[in-house]
């Protein structure tokens, strides 16, 4: 009986320890920065079609993770994380990482600047929403695998 709800344990430990290794996988952690990117420009896209009414607060919070994530995203992609985890990424990261980088650094000035200048009203959000847009199309464009 003790036997085995060790072995229990033991399982359910390497269980947990494999998932928290896989949140590691620098394909992980891009895509989950991606993800949390998503969120924040749905939030803005939210104020903008004004379902949910202006709000600074999730305006700045939303630019805010769009910089700091952006600003990480490029380290992501070492050597041998081409493939796995279901990448989107084209080869062409790997291939021109100073482009790639520049269109990151592109992202970056835009929330950078909106933050500064801060959007102050639904219809600021909206416009804030075209220029951040015109960045994440630029650059899936050419690096991110069209899907299906
Ligand atoms: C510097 C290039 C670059 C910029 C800029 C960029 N992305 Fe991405 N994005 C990628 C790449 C590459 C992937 C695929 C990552 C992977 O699967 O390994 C991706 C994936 C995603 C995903 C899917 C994440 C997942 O796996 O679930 C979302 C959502 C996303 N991007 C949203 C955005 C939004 C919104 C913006 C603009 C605010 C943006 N991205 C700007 C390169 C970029």
Redesign the pocket.
Known sequence: MRLSSCALAVAAASLCLSSALAQEEP?VV??NL??E??R??GAMGAIAKGEKPYDAAVVEQSLTT?STN?QA??DQFPPGSEEG??????PI?WERPEE??S??D??YSEAQALLAAMPADQAAVGEAMRR??A??S???ET???KKQ
Do not use: N
Not at 85 to 90: I, N, P, Q
């Open positions: 394909q891009r895509q991606m993800k990117i998503g924040s420009v769009i952006i995203f490029p985890h279901e990448t989107d990424a084209l990261v790639f980088r269109q990151a592109e992202l951040l847009g960045t994440c630029d650059c899936h690096f991110r695998a």
